[in-house]
C-alpha cells in the first residue's frame, strides 16, 4: 500500500482499520506526508516530502524504476499509449534531484520505488492532501503514470484510489451534482446527452457548462450572478481565502440556504431551508467503493425539516415545473433508467447489500474493481508531467509553509460535531502544530497563543509544539469558525478541476 496526501486514521478511520489488518498479514506500506501522521509509524518507508513536491516524488520514484527496469512492459504494450515519451521524461529527472527538491533522503526514495516497483499488486491511496493543490490534477495523473507504469491497475487491491472526504459525495457526483455532467458523468457539453435529458424531462437545456464555486465568485463579482442557493454545505468556513470570500458573498441581491443547523453561512442567508439529516429520510448512499446502498428513515425530523427532495420537488413546482415524483425511490427508478452506470440498480436489488457501479442490467453482478480487461476510455494514456512550484512559496518575511487538514474529533466545517459536548470538551479549539526547534527560535510555549499571518489575513490560535511537523512546516485544522485557518489560505487554483491551493500557503508565525 502507498498513502500519500491521506492522514487515513484520522479523516477514514474505518478504512484505515482495514489497512491495518492488512500489514499484519504481511503487506507492505509506503507513506509520503508532510507530517507524521499515525500511518507513518506502521511504514516501511515514510517521506516527509514538503508540500506540495508530490510530483517531484513520483518523477523521482518512476525514474529510479525506470533504471532498474521494474515496469511491466507487457502491461504497457497491451493497455497504454504514450509510455516512451514518460520513460524519456523521467529519465531526465535523477531521483537525487527529486529527494533536493521534496526534502527526503536518497535513499529512503529509492527503497519506495523499489518497493512499490517489485510488489505484484500495489494499491495507492490518496485524499485532498494532493487534490487541493495549484497543480493537483499534475499529481493525480501522476500518481496514474506510476500505477500504469507497474501494471497496478484493472487488478483486485490493486489501482488509484481516491478516498472520498463524506459520506455521499461519490452519490452527489453520479447524481450530476457536479457543473460539467449529468447524471452518470454524461457531458452537458454532448449534444446526445443533451437531447436526452431534455426529452426526458420535457425541457430545454443550456449547452453551456456550469461553473464552479471560485468561478461562481468571480462572477458575483463582475454583477452577473446575484443569487445562490447552498445545499448542505458551509463555505463561510470551508473556502480559501475567507476574507476575500465573504466581502464577495456580501454582494448578492439573495442568498438561499438548506441545511440541518444554522451554520456560519445560514447566518447571512436571506432565507433558511431546514432539511432533515440522514437518519430522518430515505434514499441510498454510494461509498468510495461505489457501493449504493440503501439509507432508511428512523426517526421523524423536528419542527418544519423536510427531506431534500421535498424541498426541492416543492420549490421546481413554484416555478412552474411538476415532477411525477412521490417518493425517492421512484427518482432512483428514473436514474437508472437514464444513467447506463446505475441501470441495474433498484431498491429491491439493494434491500440487503448494496451493489458497485457499473452495474448495467438488472442481472449485472456490479463491479468490484474497475478497468479489468481494459481502461474505461480503452486504452491508458500516460502522460508527461513536469515539476512546478507550488503557486506560493516561502520567503524572509513568510518564512513557512502553512498545509491545513481535519482531526479525528471533527467532521468538516463542525455544523454536526460542535453540537456534541463530549466532542467540544476533547477538541474544541483550533490550534497550529509547530516544531520544537521553530517553537525554542521563537520563544513559544505549549499553550501559548500566537499569531500567524499570510498575504491574506491573520489570525490568533494556540501553539502546540509538536514532533509531528518539521522546522519547514506547520500545521491548522480547517474545521473551526472562530480564527478560520482559511482566512490565510491561497485561492490560487488548478487550471483543470478549480481547486484552490489549500495545501500550501506561506506564513510567518509571531509570539504576542
Not at 478511520?13 to 507513506?31: D, E, N, W, Y
Not at 527529486?98 to 517489485?118: H, R, T
Not at 455532467?181 to 430545454?204: H, M, N, R, T
Not at 459536548?421 to 517553537?439: C, D, F, R, T, V
Amino acid at each position: 500500500m502507498f498513502i500519500t496526501g491521506s492522514n487515513t486514521t484520522e479523516t477514514h478511520p474505518v478504512i484505515a482499520t482495514f489497512m491495518k489488518r492488512a500489514l499484519k498479514k504481511g503487506c507492505k506500506l509506503i507513506v509520503a506526508d508532510p507530517r507524521r501522521i499515525e500511518m507513518a509509524e506502521y511504514a516501511d518507508v515514510y517521506l516527509q516530502i514538503k508540500p506540495g513536491t508530490n510530483v517531484a516524488m513520483l518523477n523521482g520514484m518512476m525514474n529510479y524504476i525506470v533504471e532498474q527496469e521494474l515496469y511491466d512492459m507487457d502491461y504497457i504494450n497491451e493497455r497504454t499509449e504514450n509510455f516512451e515519451q514518460v520513460k524519456e521524461a523521467v529519465k531526465n529527472f535523477p531521483i537525487e534531484k527529486a529527494a533536493e527538491i521534496c526534502g527526503v533522503d536518497v535513499d529512503d526514495l529509492k527503497e519506495a520505488a523499489k518497493l512499490y516497483g517489485e510488489a505484484g499488486t500495489a494499491g495507492i491511496f490518496y485524499t485532498m492532501g494532493i487534490t487541493q493543490h495549484s497543480h493537483g490534477t499534475d499529481n493525480v495523473k501522476s500518481v496514474a503514470n506510476l500505477a500504469m507504469m507497474c501494471g497496478n491497475l484493472g487488478k483486485p487491491s490493486g489501482g488509484v484510489n481516491p478516498l472520498r472526504g463524506q459520506n455521499n459525495v461519490q452519490g452527489s457526483s453520479d447524481a450530476g451534482a457536479l457543473p460539467i455532467y449529468y447524471p452518470g458523468y454524461q457531458k452537458v457539453i454532448d449534444p446526445l446527452s443533451k437531447e436526452k435529458f431534455e426529452k426526458a424531462w420535457g425541457v430545454q437545456l443550456s449547452e453551456k457548462n456550469g461553473l464552479t464555486i471560485p468561478k461562481m465568485m468571480a462572477a458575483v463579482n463582475d454583477g452577473i450572478i446575484k443569487f445562490i442557493y447552498v445545499m448542505g454545505e458551509n463555505p463561510m468556513v470551508s473556502e480559501a481565502d475567507l476574507n476575500h470570500f465573504e466581502k464577495t458573498l456580501d454582494k448578492l441581491d439573495f442568498l438561499v440556504v438548506q441545511d440541518i443547523f444554522l451554520t456560519e453561512t445560514a447566518e447571512k442567508a436571506d432565507v433558511v431551508l431546514p432539511a432533515t439529516c440522514f437518519a430522518e429520510k430515505e434514499g441510498t448512499f454510494t461509498n468510495s467503493e461505489r457501493r449504493v446502498q440503501r439509507v432508511r428513515k428512523a426517526v421523524d425530523p423536528p419542527g418544519e425539516a423536510r427531506e431534500d427532495w421535498q424541498i426541492i420537488d416543492e420549490l421546481m413546482r413554484r416555478l412552474g415545473y411538476n415532477n411525477d415524483f412521490t417518493n425517492p425511490k421512484e427518482i432512483m427508478d428514473e436514474m437508472a433508467f437514464l444513467t447506463p452506470k446505475y441501470g441495474g440498480i433498484c431498491y429491491d436489488r439493494i434491500e440487503e447489500e448494496g451493489l458497485q457501479w457499473p452495474c448495467p442490467t438488472p442481472d449485472h453482478p456490479g463491479t468490484p474493481y474497475l478497468h479489468k480487461d481494459q481502461f474505461a476510455k480503452g486504452i491508458g494514456t500516460f502522460h508527461v508531467i513536469r515539476y512546478l512550484d507550488p503557486a506560493e512559496t516561502t520567503d524572509d518575511e513568510y518564512p513557512l509553509i502553512l498545509t491545513t487538514g481535519r482531526i479525528l474529533y471533527h467532521f468538516h466545517t463542525r455544523t454536526m460535531t460542535a453540537k456534541e459536548e463530549g466532542i467540544e470538551n476533547i477538541a474544541g479549539k483550533s490550534y497550529i502544530e509547530i516544531s520544537k526547534g521553530n517553537a525554542e527560535k521563537l520563544n513559544i510555549k505549549d499553550g501559548e497563543l500566537v499569531c500567524i499571518s499570510s498575504r491574506r489575513g491573520r489570525i490568533k490560535v494556540a501553539a502546540k509544539i509538536s514532533e509531528m511537523v518539521s522546522d519547514e512546516v506547520v500545521f491548522i485544522p480547517f474545521h473551526f469558525s472562530e480564527e478560520a485557518v482559511n482566512r490565510l489560505t491561497n485561492e490560487a487554483l488548478d487550471p483543470t478541476t478549480n481547486i484552490p491551493e489549500f495545501k500550501v500557503c506561506a506564513v510567518k508565525v509571531e509570539k504576542i
